[in-house]
């Protein structure tokens, strides 16, 4: 009679002692024969790395000069260079991809055809003590498991090293004090992922052992059923299977759970910091001024030829008391100095808007300017408003101006 409890045999109790350099470098030995081909998939993600930078940078360059000098020819070139690197790294995409999924089909060949050989050269002893569903797991499932690994793991993790590297030297490069304030969160994220790391794979581990388990509890009862049939075991049989079945669910609940802890956790530590963070806030320049003074949040100087008009950003969004209006109104000293003024001026800012402040000037000197990060551009003024209501009327009270010098003082 096929035996009716299923303990788990010495390599399944052993899994968590597996030292991860020592396993790595086992399965890393799989790749030497393909070396070249996983050179090139480096070589191909480190390029489309590169490419994937160049899309944020056309669009910062867009957002913060094209756009607002109105230049349609830098427009149109910003847009014809991030569709030509958009089209080059789908092709690039692509070769990795076929690249990778070669490597892990190969790969997986080459591992089940020598678990497949160390099988045969075994002693009948060794199946004695080893039920064949579990066997079969080895060369199937866990295989499978490894082909996941090698085609969409190795190659990529490299791949998204490089991205991150060239990344973290971009913003260094752009702002370093401003990117020190965004991996203020690196050691929480860190932390973070190596405990998720551990609980995941003892939870992965969990669920090939019970996936180990039910296969060898089916194949030994379907290849012995007659065996069980005759000894009347069908309803002990059931139960057994759905114990080990809901052992099997409640690793993939746990697995599941593990993640949906983790992903929420990292958007909470995805914290961007203001990328005006360093811009001070509208404030008072002497004892009796009556505007604050507001400064440019641009990310590099601002070039401004000359009669061009610039819509500066300033990384102010407001909410207003009600019952109050702020206007926006020229510096005199960027207007004597440099020639620089305000469009429409002033510019009323309601109470009800909450979108970002931004201010339209005009270069009226002979020669271009440049608007630098942190400057101060403009001036803002607070008050209270008073509404009224307008009433028609058959005539006006009398003044002594009357409707003289519209326009004027009158004089």
């Given at each position: ?205 969990d669920i090939r052992v019970r996936l180990a388990r039910i296969n060898a509890f089916l194949q030994e009862r379907i290849t012995g059923v007659s065996v069980v049939q005759i000894f009347g075991q069908e309803e002990e049989t059931s139960e057994k299977f759905e114990a ?24 909470i530590l995805r914290l961007r910091p203001e990328e005006d963070a360093d811009i001070p806030l509208p404030r008072y320049m002497s004892e009796h001024a009556a505007g604050m003074d507001i400064c440019a949040a641009v990310s ?112």
């Amino acid at each position: 009679m096929p035996a009716t409890d299923i303990q788990p045999a010495h390599e399944e109790e052993a899994l968590g002692k597996a030292y991860d350099a020592r396993l790595m470098r086992r399965l890393l030995q799989y790749l030497r024969p393909y070396r070249w081909k996983v050179v090139l998939g480096v070589a191909i993600l480190l390029v489309t790395a590169g490419l994937e930078l160049l899309g944020p940078y056309f669009t910062k360059v867009a957002l913060d000069r094209a756009i607002p000098e109105g230049d349609m020819e830098l427009l149109g070139l910003l847009g014809l260079l991030y569709l030509g690197a958009l089209v080059f790294t789908f092709a690039l995409s692509y070769g990795q991809q076929i690249i990778t999924t070669w490597l892990g089909q190969r790969i997986m060949f080459d591992l089940r055809r020598q678990i497949f050989g160390h099988l045969q050269r075994q002693s009948l002893r060794y199946f004695d003590r080893n039920p064949v569903g579990r066997l079969m797991t080895r060369v199937t499932n866990d295989v499978e498991v490894l082909n996941q690994l090698f085609s969409s793991g190795i190659v990529t993790v490299f791949g998204d090293v490089f991205t991150l590297v060239f990344i973290v030297g971009v913003m260094l490069w752009m702002d370093w004090k401003l990117a020190l304030v965004a991996f203020a969160v690196m050691p929480f994220v860190i932390l973070v992922a190596f405990l998720f790391r551990a609980k995941v794979r003892a939870a992965y581990r969990d669920i090939r052992v019970r996936l180990a388990r039910i296969n060898a509890f089916l194949q030994e009862r379907i290849t012995g059923v007659s065996v069980v049939q005759i000894f009347g075991q069908e309803e002990e049989t059931s139960e057994k299977f759905e114990a080990i079945n809901r052992d099997h669910l409640e690793a993939h609940l746990r697995s599941i759970t593990y993640y949906a802890l983790f992903f929420p956790a990292i958007e909470i530590l995805r914290l961007r910091p203001e990328e005006d963070a360093d811009i001070p806030l509208p404030r008072y320049m002497s004892e009796h001024a009556a505007g604050m003074d507001i400064c440019a949040a641009v990310s590099e100087p601002l070039p401004v030829d000359r009669g061009r008009i610039a819509l500066i950003p300033t990384g102010l969004a407001v909410a207003l008391p009600a019952g109050t209006e702020a206007q926006v109104r020229p510096r005199s000293g960027l207007a004597i100095k440099r020639g620089i003024g305000l469009i429409n001026a002033p510019g009323t800012i309601d109470s009800d808007y909450r979108g970002e402040v931004r201010v339209p000037l005009i270069n009226h000197d002979r020669s271009p300017q440049t608007i630098g990060h942190g400057e101060r551009i403009a001036q803002m003024v607070v008050a209270r408003v008073a509404r009224i209501h307008w009433s028609p009327a058959e005539r006006l009270p009398e003044t002594a101006r009357g409707s003289g010098g519209f326009g004027s003082t009158g004089r």
